[in-house]
T-cell receptor
Framework: DSGVTQTPKHLITATGQRVTLRCSPR?????VYWYQQSLDQGLQFLIQ???????AKGNILERFSAQQFPDLHSELNLSSLELGDSALYFC????????????FGSGTRLTVV | DQQVKQNSPSLSVQEGRISILNCDYT??????FLWYKKYPAEGPTFLIS?????DKNEDGRFTVFLNKSAKHLSLHIVPSQPGDSAVYFC???????????FGTGTSLTVIP
């Protein structure tokens, strides 16, 4: 157990739907990162939050949004889902806003049918 | 644009032998590199890193070599063990920021 908790572990949904992925960071960590891993691809950075504020944005689609709550957990919202959104979504956390010392969760596998 | 590339999707090695995993990068501004290991149904875990001021970093059975002129790094595992069977990702942060660029991974199988 890495200390980073992601729920749910698996999610199957239909095209056009909206889903929410949840991440609880490791205790004491203020930064949360979201990454997407599509089939045969490396992890692609989506977005980072630090202590409730958006810190950095990667190649995140406009249909996707995220937030970090006062208790530091984060949610990634994916809407108008397409087949190509099927992927593993990883959350990671770190103590600071500029750390290289990430701890990853075990991911949420999203399947869009 | 894939700034970090791992051109070998898979590698099989006999137990006890050396495993060499390779990674190339295109951005000469990268100055820090990391290797992550990932088992099925788990998230990536940090393995070893190297700063561009070094050309080698060793941690037990794991050694990372960096060749800046060739924009190439490699991870050596000696001796390889069956428990090393996993997917290995190399990653690099940009000059400013800590959002990593990841390679596509190499799946290592160590045969007992």
């Amino acid at each position: 157990d890495s200390g980073v908790t992601q729920t749910p572990k698996h999610l199957i949904t239909a095209t056009g739907q909206r889903v929410t992925l949840r991440c609880s960071p490791r205790s004491g960590d203020l930064s949360v990162y979201w990454y997407q891993q599509s089939l045969d691809q490396g992890l692609q950075f989506l977005i980072q939050y630090y202590n409730g504020e958006e810190r950095a944005k990667g190649n995140i689609l406009e249909r996707f949004s995220a937030q970090q709550f006062p208790d530091l957990h984060s949610e990634l919202n994916l809407s108008s889902l397409e087949l190509g959104d099927s992927a593993l979504y990883f959350c990671a956390s770190s103590v600071g806003g500029n750390d290289y010392g990430y701890t990853f969760g075990s991911g949420t596998r999203l399947t869009v049918v | 644009d894939q700034q970090v590339k791992q051109n070998s999707p898979s590698l099989s090695v006999q137990e006890g032998r050396i495993s060499i995993l390779n990674c190339d990068y295109t951005n000469s501004m990268f100055d820090y590199f990391l290797w992550y290991k990932k088992y099925p149904a788990e998230g990536p875990t940090f393995l070893i890193s190297i700063s561009s001021i070094k050309d080698k970093n060793e941690d037990g059975r794991f050694t990372v070599f960096l060749n800046k002129s060739a924009k190439h790094l490699s991870l050596h595992i000696v001796p390889s063990q069956p428990g090393d069977s996993a997917v290995y990702f190399c990653a690099a942060p940009p000059k400013r920021g800590n959002q990593f660029y990841f390679g596509t991974g190499t799946s290592l199988t160590v045969i007992p």
